[in-house]
C-alpha cells in the first residue's frame, strides 16, 4: 500500500529539524496524549469488570441465585422443597436458611447486624465463607458451639475469638410489662473476612436449629425456614429461572433473583464505567486534534518540498500518503505504548494499590464507600481491542484532512516565491 518512496519521505518528515522542533513536540505531546488515553481506558474498564465480578462473586457466593420466601410465618418441609427445587432443570442446589434482623451488643456498644442460620453439612456449598476464616475455627461453628461474625464487625467492637456476643431481637415475648425483646448471648467460635464491607461489617452465621430457636421458628411443634436459598448452574438464566419456579409455586411465594436483590450496586457500576469510557475517550480525541494542528503546521512548512516532489512527478495519492503516515505512525506508536502500559498496570493493580498505600500511610480505597477492601482488576480481550480500534480509528480520521490538504497544494503557488 506504501511505496519505500513514501516512507522514506514521512520518515523523514517525523524527524523535524532544529527550526522545526516546534512540530515534533506537538507529535511528541500528541502520542504521550494517546498513550495515557489508550492506558487509562484500559485500566478504568478491568478495575470495573473486576469490581462487578468481585461483587457478584461475593454476592452469589453468600446469598444464592434466587431466594425464595414465604408469605406466611416461614417455609415448613423444607427438605422436601429442596428435593423438588433441585429436580428442576437447571437448578443446582438449594438450602433452606434462616434470616433475621437484630441487634448486637458487646461491652456497652451496639450494631445492626443480619443473621443468617445456616446448617453444617449445607457449608459446604458456600467455599466462599469457609475459605475466608481468619481467626476461630469453622469445625466448632458446625457443632454447634457458637456464631461466626464478619471481621469489620469483630474490629469495630473490640471482638475476639472466645468472647461472647449478645442479641437483642425486637419481636420479643409479650409480658404484663409489654412486649419484651428477646436477649441472648452467643460465644464467637469464628470470625470471616469477605472483603465486602457490607457481609464483613454487618453479618453474623448461627448455627441453623440455633437461629431457629431464637427466631421462633420451632414453636409449638413446628421445624419452619425462613427461606430458601437456590443455586443455579447459569447465573445470568437466574432471572427468567425465577419467573419459571415462581408460576409453579404459586402467591404463597415471594421469588427474587440476585440481579434484582442487587440491582442499586450494579447499576451504579454500569454508571460509573460508562461515565468514564466516555470522559477517557475525549482525552484520545484531545490527542487526535494534536495531530491535526501538527500536520497543518508541518504541511506548511513542507510547502515548498511538496511542491518540488509534485514537479518531480509525484502524485496527489502519493503525497497524501506520505503525510497520512506521518500522522498514523504518531496514532499506531501511541496506542502501542498506551496498550504496553495499560495491561502491565492492570496486571498489577493490587501490587499498585499496595504500594501506594504504604507509602502514604492509610488505606487508599475505604471499603465502606466502595463496597471492597482490595482493587481487583480483569482484562477483557474484547475490550482491549474496541479501545484499540478506536483510539487508531480516531488517529487516522484526525491525519485526512491535514494529508488531503497536502495533497490539493498547486505546485506553481509552492514554488511562487523560491
Given amino acids: 500500500m506504501f511505496s519505500a518512496f513514501e516512507r522514506m519521505v514521512a520518515l523523514r518528515y517525523l524527524r523535524a529539524r532544529r527550526q522545526e522542533g516546534i512540530i515534533s513536540v506537538i507529535a511528541l505531546f500528541s502520542l504521550i496524549g494517546i498513550a495515557l488515553g489508550v492506558a487509562t481506558l484500559i485500566v478504568v474498564l478491568a478495575v470495573m469488570n473486576g469490581v462487578r465480578g468481585e461483587l457478584i462473586k461475593s454476592i452469589i457466593g453468600l446469598e444464592g441465585h434466587i431466594s425464595i420466601y414465604s408469605r406466611g410465618p416461614g417455609i415448613g ?105 428477646r436477649v441472648k448471648a452467643y460465644p464467637v467460635v469464628a470470625i470471616f473476612s469477605i472483603g465486602m464491607f457490607a457481609y464483613d461489617n454487618g453479618l453474623i452465621l448461627m448455627p441453623f436449629e440455633e437461629a431457629q430457636v431464637y427466631f421462633k421458628l420451632r414453636e409449638n411443634g413446628a421445624d419452619n425456614a425462613s427461606m430458601m436459598e437456590v443455586s443455579v448452574d447459569n447465573p445470568d438464566q437466574a432471572g427468567q429461572l425465577a419467573r419459571a419456579l415462581a408460576q409453579e409455586l404459586g402467591s404463597e411465594f415471594r421469588l427474587y433473583d440476585w440481579k434484582s436483590s442487587n440491582s442499586g450496586i450494579f447499576q451504579a457500576v454500569i454508571v460509573q464505567r460508562n461515565v468514564m469510557f466516555i470522559i477517557l475517550t475525549l482525552i484520545i480525541v484531545v490527542a487526535s486534534f494534536n495531530i491535526i494542528s501538527s500536520l ?87 475490550e482491549v481491542v474496541t479501545v484499540v480500534v478506536m483510539s487508531l480509528a480516531l488517529s487516522f480520521l484526525a491525519t485526512l484532512y491535514p494529508a488531503r490538504r497536502a495533497a490539493t497544494l498547486d505546485p506553481a503557488e509552492g514554488l511562487r516565491y523560491e
Fill in 77 to 181: 418441609d423444607y427438605e422436601r422443597m429442596a428435593e423438588a427445587l433441585e429436580a428442576v432443570p437447571g437448578v443446582s442446589s438449594s438450602l433452606p436458611k434462616v434470616e433475621g434482623q437484630i441487634m448486637a451488643s458487646y461491652r456497652g456498644q451496639a450494631a445492626g447486624a443480619m443473621v443468617a442460620g445456616l446448617r453444617a453439612q449445607d457449608l459446604a456449598k458456600k467455599p466462599l465463607l469457609v475459605s475466608k476464616i481468619v481467626a476461630g475455627d469453622i469445625e466448632a461453628f458446625k457443632r454447634g458451639e457458637g456464631v461466626a461474625l464478619g471481621s469489620r464487625m469483630a474490629e469495630k467492637m473490640g471482638i475476639q475469638v472466645g468472647d461472647s456476643i449478645t442479641l437483642i431481637s425486637p419481636e420479643g415475648r409479650a409480658t404484663i410489662a409489654g412486649v419484651v425483646p
Fill in 296 to 382: 497543518i503546521m508541518l504541511v506548511r512548512e513542507k510547502g515548498r518540498d511538496v511542491a518540488i516532489l509534485r514537479t518531480m512527478g509525484a502524485s496527489r495519492a502519493s503525497v497524501m500518503r506520505i503525510f497520512f503516515m506521518c500522522g498514523a505512525g504518531v496514532g499506531v506508536l501511541g496506542t502501542i505504548v498506551g496498550v504496553a502500559l495499560g495491561l502491565l498496570i492492570a496486571f498489577n493493580t493490587e501490587n499498585i494499590q499496595l504500594w501506594l498505600e504504604s507509602m502514604m500511610g492509610h488505606r487508599l480505597f475505604a471499603d465502606e464507600l466502595y463496597f471492597l477492601s482490595h482493587l481487583p482488576s480483569r482484562v477483557e480481550a474484547s
